[in-house]
T-cell receptor, first 112, second 115 residues
Framework: DAGITQSPRYKITETGRQVTLMCHQTWSHSYMFWYRQDLGHGLRLIYY???????DKGEVPDGYVVSRSKTENFPLTLESATRSQTSVYFC???????????FGPGTRLTVL | AQKVTQAQTEISVVEKEDVTLDCVYE???????LFWYKQPPSGELVFLIRRNSFDEQNEISGRYSWNFQKSTSSFNFTITASQVVDSAVYFC????????????FGKGTRLHILP
């Protein structure tokens, strides 16, 4: 039972490059989320999806793009990475609206 | 408005001591859910417990126990006979049934268990 996985786990990139972080869950959960975790800011929601082909903005969506063509995948793309996007990114999923949310292992992204 | 406050930023205790992590929440919903997550030094976020607003029964799971009191809007977490492996950041979180977007996390309490 793989659960929820993220790839890559670590990524170093340069300012201006496009980067895609992958998230895959095997539970067929309807809801999926992307958070970033930064010192002093805690966990902040970037985007979420209530079902395939439905996405919505969270607190800090600027500079990020998401898509969800399949229930199990929820990739997060940084179209033109900036140093302020250096962070740890967590993907999460939950079955239904009020169910428990489970997190992936995280991706540590460094933008030079 | 949704809000979760973990007033204790950092706590240090000696191994085998009991420790309580405080969590106070604010919500206008009558139906809501409270969570605790653990983030060990390895970085992953591990789900510990979920309670709904209609269930005020305290819960015990091994050395962990949770005290939910609606009267004081608190959902405190106690570790009995702490161990070094309990060292982590612990997050309290709240979700409201009326919203499907996110759960609100507290800032976390960093717990150090000293050998």
């Amino acid at each position: 039972d793989a659960g929820i996985t993220q790839s890559p786990r670590y990524k170093i990139t340069e300012t201006g490059r496009q980067v895609t972080l992958m998230c895959h869950q095997t539970w067929s959960h309807s809801y999926m989320f992307w958070y970033r975790q930064d010192l002093g800011h805690g966990l902040r929601l970037i985007y979420y999806s209530a079902a395939a082909d439905i996405t919505d903005k969270g607190e800090v969506p600027d500079g990020y793009v998401v898509s969800r063509s399949k229930t199990e995948n929820f990739p997060l793309t940084l179209e033109s990475a900036t140093r302020s996007q250096t962070s740890v990114y967590f993907c999460a999923s939950r079955k239904g609206r009020t169910d428990t949310q489970y997190f992936g292992p995280g991706t540590r992204l460094t933008v030079l | 408005a949704q809000k979760v406050t973990q007033a204790q930023t950092e706590i240090s205790v000696v191994e085998k001591e009991d420790v309580t992590l405080d969590c106070v929440y604010e919500t206008r919903d009558t139906t809501y859910y409270l969570f605790w997550y653990k983030q060990p030094p390895s970085g992953e976020l591990v789900f510990l417990i979920r309670r709904n607003s209609f269930d005020e029964q305290n819960e015990i799971s091994g050395r962990y126990s949770w005290n939910f009191q609606k009267s004081t809007s608190s959902f405190n977490f106690t570790i009995t006979a702490s161990q070094v492996v309990d060292s982590a950041v612990y997050f309290c979180a709240l979700s409201e049934a009326s919203r499907d977007d996110k759960i609100i996390f507290g800032k976390g309490t960093r717990l150090h268990i000293l050998p």
